[in-house]
C-alpha cells in the first residue's frame, strides 16, 4: 500500500493521477501546509526538504521495510515502475518519457507556479515578474503544442509525462487564468485528459479535501497561513 502525503498543489496531483490510473492500493495522510505541518518530524522523516508530494510504500519490492520517496518526478517514475504502467520499458520510448517529465519539473511547472504566486499570492502586482513568468510561460506552452501536434500524447501512448504536466494547466485553468488561443494541440490534449475517469476521480478527491471547488488567493489567506507558506515578505502590504 502506497501513503500519499496530500494537500492541494499540482505537484500531488501528479501523484494522485497516477495511483487512480494504475489501481494500486493508497491512502492519503493530509498534511495542511497552511498550518506548518509540513514541519513536522514524522513527514520530516519523509521528506526532509518539508515539501509535498512524498510518499511511503509499505510494501515496496525492493529493499526491506517502507520505502520513503520525495520530489513529484521521482515519485512517478517509482510508481510507474512498480505498476509497470506508464513509463515504456522500450529505451528510447523511455529516455523521451524522462525527457519530458524533467522538462515539465524544471521548465512548465516552476515557472507556472511562479506565475501563479505572483498573480495570486504576492502582497502587490509588481510588473517585472508577471511579464517575465508569464512570458516564458506562453513560451513553454508553445513548446507543449509543437510536440503534441499529430501525436495523441508527448510520447507515444498516455505516460507519466502528460500526468505530469496536465495538473500545471489546470492550476492555472481553475484560477481563469489559463489562455489555450492559438495552441489548438494543447486544446486537444488538455480535453481529452480531463475526460478519462481517474482525472475526474482524482479532482473530486482534491474539492472533497477542499471542502469546495474554491481556489485560495491572498485576500482568502489568513496572515498566518501566508507567513507560513511563503515567508514574512509575504504579508507585507
Not at 508577471?130 to 510561460?137: S, V
Request: proline share 5%; charged share 20%; net charge negative.
Amino acid at each position: 500500500m502506497i501513503e500519499l502525503f496530500y494537500y492541494m498543489s499540482p505537484n500531488v496531483q501528479k501523484i494522485l493521477l497516477l495511483l487512480e490510473e494504475s489501481k494500486l492500493d493508497y491512502k492519503l495522510s493530509v498534511v495542511d501546509v497552511t498550518k506548518g505541518e509540513q514541519y513536522g518530524s514524522a513527514f520530516a522523516a519523509v521528506s526532509p526538504n518539508h515539501r509535498l508530494p512524498a510518499i511511503v510504500d509499505h510494501a515496496p519490492t525492493i529493499g526491506r521495510g517502507p520505502l520513503g520517496l520525495f520530489e513529484s518526478g521521482a515519485i512517478l517514475f517509482y510508481i510507474a515502475d512498480k505498476c509497470g504502467q506508464f513509463v515504456a520499458v522500450e529505451p528510447v520510448a523511455r529516455a523521451r518519457t524522462l525527457q519530458w517529465l524533467f522538462w515539465q519539473v524544471g521548465g512548465l511547472g516552476a515557472i507556472g507556479g511562479q506565475l501563479i504566486h505572483f498573480r495570486n499570492y504576492a502582497p502587490r502586482a509588481i510588473d517585472y515578474p508577471l511579464t517575465r513568468f508569464g512570458t516564458e510561460h506562453r513560451r513553454l506552452l508553445g513548446v507543449l503544442d509543437g510536440v503534441l501536434a499529430g501525436h495523441d500524447y508527448l510520447v507515444d501512448d498516455y505516460s507519466i509525462a502528460d500526468m505530469a504536466c496536465v495538473p500545471w494547466l489546470y492550476a492555472h485553468d481553475r484560477r481563469d487564468q489559463l489562455d489555450l488561443d492559438g495552441l489548438p494541440h494543447v486544446a486537444r490534449w488538455y480535453a481529452a485528459v480531463r475526460e478519462r475517469p481517474a482525472f475526474r476521480r482524482a479532482y473530486e478527491i482534491l474539492a472533497e479535501v477542499a471542502g469546495g471547488p474554491y481556489v485560495a488567493n491572498r485576500s482568502m489567506l489568513e496572515v498566518d497561513a501566508r507567513r507560513i507558506l511563503f515567508g514574512a515578505h509575504a504579508v507585507e502590504e
